[in-house]
């Protein structure tokens, strides 16, 4: 590439002004990173939820109760493998700001509901044995210094105890997910410890897992069960989990169109600052481009130069910014638990990627074509 030595001399040019482009791509990118892993929090496991499983929960709202008494009709479903119960119990640990998922369920049907649930045979043992028993997600035990054996209180906010609204439960066991993108975080106990304690709601639990045995036949069953409990007094809608655990995302709102909103005011700017960039750069450098010209370069090869200068500013700044936003997000949830899933998904990557060269083509063109199209004799006698 002939230009190469021309490219490189233009890019030191202005060395404040390029400095000042590339870190504004530079945290572009960061923001990027940090927003792709902050929605791949709040899709909370979305990823590896199982393709055989479907939830059943209230028609009208996530937060409304079911009987109990379903869960043995929604078992005799043809095609229900296995089903199991779920209810949010939105304990506060020392402080609210250590949130994490606390789920009463039935242990024998959990194992069989979750196999990724990794939980030491003997571990599990002592938590069918142990009344207070609970099994915490390592994520969990690290983070809060938990150990075997431990009793752990949890202050009630929606289902106070006999005892009052401290609960106290017996860390027996621990589990984790080998999948990544798995929660690690959870907080499992027994649905009998929890229902004969609680003072309200008792024969009553929040929603219904269910594994199939064809998941071809997904809606079909889902549609046996809804018909099951139609004008019912407790009316029930059964998804796929993958939209369940989404649709309960999505009640902080929706959080994919949340990001892309921010995303693209901050592309659209960033893009308007390097356009500008490169217009001052081909403005300035006229009469260069004129004599470029001259010499035996085409019309091409000059909008190929424009080009290269500004897809160069970006992969530099834009590369810098992805590796940071890497590091940074590798570092860990950033609010110390509250987002149990923190990772730099990889096609959100390759995303960035491509964004890079887009952003740098883009901010390009337009001073590209200008400096294509300039006429050589008139910029000469310019001059």
Not at 334 to 354: C, E, N, S, V
Request: aromatic share 12%; proline share 4%.
């Amino acid at each position: 590439m002939r230009f190469l030595p021309i490219l490189l001399s233009n890019f030191k040019r202005h060395k404040v002004r390029t400095l000042l482009t590339v870190l504004s791509l530079v945290i572009a990118f960061v923001l990027f990173g940090y927003l792709a892993a902050i929605r791949k929090a709040f899709q909370m496991g979305v990823d590896v939820v199982g393709a055989d499983r479907l939830v059943t929960r209230h028609k009208v709202s996530i937060i409304q109760l079911l009987p109990a008494s379903y869960q043995a009709r929604i078992a005799q479903i043809p095609g229900v493998v296995t089903v199991m119960s779920q209810t949010w119990f939105g304990g506060i640990y020392q402080d609210p700001k250590n949130f994490f998922a606390q789920l009463p369920v039935v242990p024998d049907e959990f194992v069989k509901i979750y196999p990724e649930y990794k939980v030491d045979p003997a571990q599990f043992e002592a938590w069918k044995k142990t009344r207070t028993g609970v099994i915490v997600g390592d994520a969990s035990m690290k983070r809060f210094g938990w150990k075997l054996g431990q009793r752990i209180p949890l202050q009630a906010t929606i289902w106070p105890g006999k005892k009052g609204r401290t609960w106290e439960f017996d860390i027996v066991g621990t589990y984790h997910i080998e999948k990544k993108g798995g929660d690690n975080t959870g907080f499992f106990f027994r649905y009998d410890y929890f229902d004969e304690n609680r003072t309200y709601g008792k024969g009553t639990v929040g929603w219904y897992v269910l594994r199939v045995a064809d998941p071809s036949q997904s809606a079909a069953i889902a549609k046996k069960i809804d018909a099951t409990f139609a004008n019912s007094p407790a009316e029930t809608k059964t998804e796929t989990e993958g939209a369940f655990v989404k649709g309960w995302a999505d009640q902080v709102g929706n959080i994919g169109a949340i990001v892309r909103a921010i995303l693209t005011a901050v592309f659209f700017t960033i893009l308007l600052v390097a356009g500008n960039t490169m217009a001052q750069a081909v403005r300035e450098r006229t009469h260069e481009l004129a004599v470029l010209k001259a010499v035996g370069f085409t019309d091409g090869e000059v909008l190929a130069l424009v080009l290269s200068e500004s897809t160069l500013i970006a992969v530099v700044g834009g590369g810098l910014g992805l590796l940071v936003g890497w590091l940074a997000v590798m570092a860990g949830d950033p609010t110390k638990g509250a987002l149990p899933i923190f990772y730099y998904p990889i096609p959100d990557l390759i995303q960035g990627i491509a964004l890079v060269f887009i952003v740098g083509l883009l901010a390009g063109l337009l001073p590209a074509l200008q400096a294509m199209r300039l006429n050589t004799a008139s910029a000469l006698r310019s001059e």
